[in-house]
């Protein structure tokens, strides 16, 4: 897949604030915020609906941050009806994989993964899902 550059304009208001969420959610620049944002999107018009569906839902994450694996696990007791796993994998002495296996309707996880995706030190997330109906 080629990379394609292009420039995007925006009012100052509108840099201010797309600053302050890439700093407030950890992100390493603009870009990785706006591709985040799109790809966001793209997955929640997709999945705004109630199809049962199953997936997984995959963070990486700085695991000498203690609070990060406390965030996990305080969103996940909200969500134990579709979370039919949960386990992580320690990869070095400091990157953590958690992986959430789920299944229920489509929004619900959606909601589940964005507030997990968006824990702030989050380094990478993504949820996969696939109808089950």
Do not use: P
């Not at 700093?23 to 790809?39: D, H, K, M, P, Y």
């Not at 997955?43 to 203690?66: F, L, P, R, S």
């Not at 007791?77 to 990157?95: A, C, E, G, H, P």
């Amino acid at each position: 897949m080629a990379l394609k550059r292009f420039g995007v304009s925006l009012e100052d208001t509108l840099l201010s604030n797309l600053d302050q969420y890439v700093t407030e959610n950890g992100f390493a620049n603009r870009s990785q915020a706006i591709r985040f944002l799109v790809e966001k999107n793209v997955a929640e018009k997709k999945w705004q609906c109630n199809h049962i569906v199953a997936g997984t839902i995959i963070i990486m994450y700085d695991q000498t941050k203690k609070e990060i694996a406390f965030k996990i696990a305080e969103i996940q007791k909200s969500y134990q009806d579709v979370i039919l796993s949960s386990t992580q994998y320690y990869l070095n002495k400091s990157f953590t994989l958690h992986i959430a296996t789920v299944t229920g309707i489509a929004l619900r996880l959606t909601e589940l993964s964005d507030k997990l995706i968006s824990i702030k030190g989050i380094k990478h997330g993504k949820l996969v899902m696939s109808r089950a109906d």
